[in-house]
T-cell receptor
Framework: QQQVKQSPQSLIVQKGGISIINCAYENTAFDYFPWYQQFPGKGPALLIAIRPDVSEKKEGRFTISFNKSAKQFSLHIMDSQPGDSATYFCAASYSGSARQLTFGSGTQLTVLP | DSGVTQTPKHLITATGQRVTLRCSPRSGDLSVYWYQQSLDQGLQFLIQYYNGEERAKGNILERFSAQQFPDLHSELNLSSLELGDSALYFC?????????????FGPGTRLTVL
């Protein structure tokens, strides 16, 4: 059962453009929603995370928008740079005793120079 | 550098064999998670340990087992290996207190089963 659905599978953006990646979840018990960035040959690195009590969180060029009623959240990368080219994963977890991450399928972002 | 270390970086073995993957969490982190990343299944949670005790199990095969030692390092044991077990195996660690659930991933072990 895929509990976190991510789209698009791949995304090509021009340098300076805005990259938008969307995720939808099913389990309303999820209460922690991180985004991870992964470069080839590396482990996923935490980029930014949000809890459902806020609708938006911004860190530098990265913003998470969260819509609790729609059970959707998205990552916006402003002023996208070639160095942002990587695979991005959304994820969700609970704050109870079992805190494993349930990941989306990933989005391969390519930022053209 | 996340502070999580994993060894070995690469592992090539044959079907039917047994391997052990090792993970050292960040200093101070009590919780260790193991994830498998494959092209067809994506990133999937396998198992979680907290301060030496198993806390949660995901899609982990019966041929796989793990443990966390008193010094908090963890090992993932994969036995009777099959071709389909070829994947990247990641370890992550977290503080695991209150609402804090930031998980930091190691560089992974790439397992190739021939």
């Amino acid at each position: 059962q895929q509990q976190v659905k991510q789209s698009p599978q791949s995304l090509i953006v021009q340098k300076g453009g805005i990259s938008i990646i969307n995720c939808a979840y099913e389990n309303t018990a999820f209460d922690y929603f991180p985004w991870y960035q992964q470069f080839p040959g590396k482990g996923p690195a935490l980029l930014i995370a949000i809890r459902p009590d806020v609708s938006e969180k911004k860190e530098g060029r990265f913003t998470i928008s969260f819509n609790k009623s729609a059970k959707q959240f998205s990552l916006h990368i402003m002023d996208s740079q070639p160095g942002d080219s990587a695979t991005y994963f959304c994820a969700a977890s609970y704050s109870g005793s079992a805190r494993q991450l349930t990941f989306g399928s990933g989005t391969q972002l390519t930022v053209l120079p | 550098d996340s502070g999580v270390t994993q060894t070995p970086k690469h592992l090539i073995t044959a079907t039917g064999q047994r391997v052990t993957l090792r993970c050292s969490p960040r200093s101070g982190d009590l919780s260790v998670y193991w994830y498998q990343q494959s092209l067809d299944q994506g990133l999937q949670f396998l198992i979680q340990y907290y301060n030496g005790e198993e806390r949660a199990k995901g899609n982990i095969l019966e041929r796989f087992s793990a443990q966390q030692f008193p010094d908090l390092h963890s090992e993932l044991n994969l036995s009777s290996l099959e071709l389909g077990d070829s994947a990247l195996y990641f370890c992550a660690s977290s503080v695991y207190s209150g609402d804090y659930n930031e998980q930091f991933f190691g560089p992974g072990t790439r397992l190739t089963v021939l």
